[in-house]
C-alpha cells in the first residue's frame, strides 16, 4: 500500500484515498509534459473542453481504461478497472468519473468516486 501526501492539506495519506489522488493527478497530466517520463500522463485533457456529445463517453471511458491499465502510469499493479461511469453536473456542466475495480493490494472489489476531469 503506498503512502502520500494529501496535494491540499498536505496531511499523510494511503489506501484508496491515496490511490483516488494519484489517478486524478494522472488523468490532469498531459502525456509529454514530465521531461524524464513523456508517456506518463493521460490524453484525458483534451477531453474537458469538448462539447458532451454522445461519443464523448465513449471517449472518455476509452481514455480512463487505457490510461489506468500503461504500466508507464504505475497504476496497474494496484487497481485493476471493471466499470466506468460518468457523472455530469447539469447546472455547472461539471464532469467526474466513477471507476469501480479491483483494488489489487486486498482483493477488494471498490469504487471511487468524484474522480473530476
Do not use: C, W
Amino acid at each position: 500500500m503506498a503512502i502520500g501526501t494529501h496535494e491540499i492539506t498536505g496531511k499523510k495519506i494511503t489506501g484508496l484515498q491515496e490511490l483516488k489522488q494519484r489517478i486524478q493527478r494522472l488523468f490532469r497530466t498531459r502525456k509529454g509534459t514530465l521531461v524524464i517520463k513523456r508517456t506518463y500522463g493521460s490524453d484525458m485533457p483534451k477531453q474537458v473542453d469538448r462539447k458532451i456529445v454522445p461519443g464523448y463517453r465513449l471517449d472518455v471511458y476509452a481514455e480512463a481504461a487505457e490510461t489506468l491499465a500503461n504500466p508507464v502510469n504505475e497504476i496497474n499493479d494496484e487497481f485493476k478497472l471493471h466499470q466506468t461511469h460518468m457523472a455530469i453536473d447539469n447546472e455547472t456542466g461539471d464532469v467526474s468519473l466513477i471507476l469501480k475495480g479491483e483494488y489489487l493490494v486486498d482483493g477488494r472489489v471498490v469504487t471511487l468516486e468524484g474522480i473530476g476531469l
